[in-house]
Every structure is written in C-alpha cells, then in structure tokens.
C-alpha cells in the first residue's frame, strides 16, 4: 500500500514507526518552509501531494479535522 503522510510535526515525530514497513510516497504540510526531505521522504504542499499516486492518506496532528476538509 502506497501513503501519504499529512502532518511532520509532533505527531509524525511520535508515530512514525508504525509506517516503517508501508511505502510512504510523501508527507505533506502545509508550511512551505518544511518542504524538502524529512527522514529520506519528500515534503510537500498538500496541493502537489495529490497528484502523487497513493492509497491512503493518515492525518498526524492535533488539526485533524481541518486537514481532512482540506
């Protein structure tokens, strides 16, 4: 299975192992200062992380609900 990551912050620093043998295909945040690469995977906006080809995405932050509405 293919996932998206949505949040780098706290949460993801937190629960991160639990994705260690799914092949994330990126993590997303909002802030553009993040993008880049955090642990080997590519950071990027939300909006350039839908056209990656995925699965799923897993919401990890406490803004949950706002991000799913995004």
Sequence with gaps: MKIL???TGTYYQR?????EKTEV???LDNDSGKCGV???IQVMLP?????KTY??????SAFWKE???Q
């Design 5 to 7: 990551i949505f949040g």
């Design 15 to 19: 629960y991160k192992r639990w994705f």
């Design 25 to 27: 295909v990126g993590l």
């Design 38 to 40: 955090i642990d080997g």
């Design 47 to 51: 909006k350039d992380g839908i056209n």
């Design 55 to 60: 699965d799923k995405i897993f919401i990890l």
């Design 67 to 69: 991000m799913k509405e």
